[in-house]
């Protein structure tokens, strides 16, 4: 932790150093800390106003900082340590192995307008696809509706609304900061960090991350019980009843979107937290895995209505909950099996491609790389 | 028969009758008071089992250190460690009998015993490790109103199946075996509790031609059953990972890698066991030095052939061409579990080349070290297994350390408990070497000194 002094007024803070924060400058999120809020919150964040007056709202000059010999615990989702891209030849050593591993596996892929304007699918060219047909087993037939997303991680800004959403939408627990420390947060959609470049001045990019409802999943060939199998739609849907918990999906799912209960995170019993959920989806137990269900409440929802009108479902009219509240409208989601649909279109995109390709899981949710078009003068300097 | 130059597999100036005094009477007579302390303290440890094991069943998985991206951890590193000590004695009493290895005969009793606890142990752990125990049920194959079957495409279904057939077949094995000594301490039993009990346990067994010709055979049958299983519930268990696609899990050489490392860690419990057993219980005219070398000899061979399958993986890894796997071996050996791996060649690769040298085989002392080596290190083979390529797999934005918590140490070390706990009732209640089997090779040892064999 450091002590920052502005003038005769000082606070005692944990700190977090990022690539590409200006130097010599440190960023204070205000709030005032907790002190009083019960079980819950009571001694949790900082009393940022402290240091904050009425002269200097948003700027405060001439801040000292010290370090002092105390330990805070920060919880993340991401990893501690930083996520990048390699920048190339010159290697910075500051991003660690994860960053190096990062790049090699291209997961985020960017590129630029005039690397674009050469190679369209450049995308496409940095993994490698296998060839459908090479499984064993005949291919599966999805007549009817085919779910699928798309995600244009140009569009994507990492403002986490997505999150948000899909928390309350899906009545997925709060499990607290110890169990996140731990690595038992369980949203259902997470948004991956990468930073590219140099440390002083890093690109940052954002790729949310669900459950990719692969075709050929990983996880239902290996569960002991038959709790997650696969949808006439494509979906890949858990059975929260069936489910035993063995952990064994998590364990071979690349893309570790599934999130267990180790406890019993929700609370069943506090009859006013009936009012905080939604009804149309299972509150979980203890000891059952969950994941990303592409909302499927609101794909049966619609499905009901257009059954009543007797036509096909429309376009657009299934909303999952993070796409609904994307403010970019990055997120796409509809029926792939419709050549019209805006997520037949995504997909078309020569941009589009899907992460761990080459593994031959076939995701259902697939992404638009990044493209960028720097000017070349400010790239420089 | 003795070659010349080995020593012997029974002490000579044995007569049946002596054989048979001197194993019954661990039996019949009052236990030593280091038992009583013994059995105390590993009565104490499974007391912190159960305590444990309430603890989890009521509050949840999560007292153990298991998150995402690590969903398996000290249960499962437990299972598989324990389920490999458990192959040893099968595979001295069914394939060593059928090779005609007659040195076998004096650690097979006591070899089943332990493969049967540590299978007890074993089976312990898939039941407790998933996150609704009481519905494990659901893993068997049996009919419901639901019509519901269990997933057979998951190796964890085949693993309840190869699991409880070997539970099953090893009972079945030792039970067999164990009769006709447990008619002999009916007759030698002097209280009454003790007659009845040991009278109902052996059947009506009385020792007929009829009964004998019977017993061979069944023996032989069961033997017969029990070899094919001796590969067979390994290579299941490593299914668990060789069918996932997880980097370090997905690997074709894990069958035979695995049961050359169940052999592997199964004789170096047995030696663990029979080197203090042979002087506490002053056997060492039964269990020799023979058998010690040949066990110290079969450690070497599995060794070795387990030290194989650490080069073939880190081979494959590079020879696959598949960065994945790459990466994998190289997070084993830089990553934040290095040390395990480091300790895991330590254990499992230097110690026993020691067995090279023939003092080291020939010295109890010495061969209880480098089995005690083997032990530790076969537990951290699966957690290098299990835990390091699980920390890092697919997504680095994914990846995540595990550490076991203190409920996850007391429930290891509880099941260790549970398992010295058994065997001390075993060696209290049963002939810990099959009597008549032993005095049965009593006139071989003898064949040369025919001057010495008693009226």
Known sequence: MVEVTVDDRSLELPVWILPGHADGSMTIHLGYGRTRTGRVGSGSGFDA????????????AGARIRKIAKHYELASTQLHSNI????????????????????????????????????????????HTPPEGLSMYPPWDFPGYAWGLSIDLGACTGCNACVVACQSENNIPIVGKEMVAMGREMHWIRIDRYFEGELEHPHVHHQPVMCMHCEQ??????????????????????????CVGTRYCSNNCPYKVRRFNFFKYNDTETPVLELLRNPDVTVRTRGVMEKCTYCVQ??????????????????????????QVCPTEAIVFGDVNDPESKVSDAKAKPLAYDILAELGTRPRTSYLAKLRNPNSTLEES | MTAPGKPPIVAPGHTPGS???????????????????????????????????????????????????????FAIINFVWWIGIGHAGTLISA????????????????????????????????????????????LLPYPNTMDIWPQFRSPLVWDVFAVTTYATVSLLFWYVGLVPDLATLRDRARQRLAKITYGFLSMGWRGSATHWHNYETAYLLLAGLATPLVVSVHTVVSFDFAVGQLPGWHATIFPPYFVAGAIFAGFAMVIT???????????????????LQNMGKVMLATGLIVAYGYVIEIFMAWYSGNWFEEFMILNRIQGPYRMQWYALLLC????????????????????????????????LERFVIVVTSLHRDFLPSSWGMYAGTRWDWAIFVGSIGLFLALLFLFIRFLPMISIFEMRTIVPKTQAREPDEVSP
């Not at chain 2, 066991?273 to 058998?291: C, Q």
């Not at chain 2, 110690?351 to 020939?362: E, G, T």
Request: proline share 5%; hydrophobic share 50%.
């Open chain 1, 49 to 60: 106003y402290r240091l904050r007056t009425s002269r200097a709202p948003w700027h405060v």
């Open chain 1, 84 to 127: 990048g891209l390699a920048p190339g030849p010159n290697e910075e050593p500051g991003f660690g192995v994860e960053g190096v591993e990062a790049e090699r596996r291209h997961l985020v892929r960017v590129g630029t307008l005039e690397h674009f304007r050469q190679e369209p699918d450049f995308a496409q060219h940095m993994g």
């Open chain 2, 19 to 73: 054989v048979t005094d001197q194993i019954s009477s661990i039996v019949l007579t009052r236990m030593p008071r280091w038992w009583w302390a013994a059995f105390g303290a590993s009565f104490a440890l499974v007391m912190m089992l159960l305590y444990a094991l309430t603890k989890l069943v009521f509050e949840g998985t999560g007292i153990w250190g298991l998150n995402i991206p690590v969903g398996w951890g």
């Open chain 1, 217 to 242: 999943a990983p996880c239902e060939v290996v569960c002991p019980v038959g709790a997650t199998v696969h949808s006439s739609e494509g979906l890949n849907d858990m059975v929260y009843n069936r």
């Open chain 2, 273 to 291: 066991l029979a080197v203090p057993l042979r002087t506490l219980f002053d056997l060492k005219d039964f269990i020799t030095i023979r058998h």
């Open chain 2, 95 to 138: 394939i060593l009998l059928l090779l005609r290895q007659e040195w076998r005969t004096s650690i097979n009793r006591f070899a089943e015993a332990m493969t049967l606890f540590a299978v007890a142990c074993a089976g312990l752990f898939p039941l407790i490790h998933v996150g609704r125990p009481w519905l494990a049920y659901w």
């Open chain 2, 348 to 379: 499992n690769v230097l110690a026993p080349q020691l067995l090279w040298i023939k003092r080291v085989r020939s010295t109890p002392a010495l061969l209880f070290v480098v089995a005690m080596f083997v032990n530790v290190g076969m537990w």
């Open chain 1, 298 to 323: 609101r794909i049966n929802h619609a499905r009901i209505e257009a059954e009543k009108e007797e036509r096909q479902i429309r376009d657009g009219e299934i909303q999952t909950a993070c796409q």
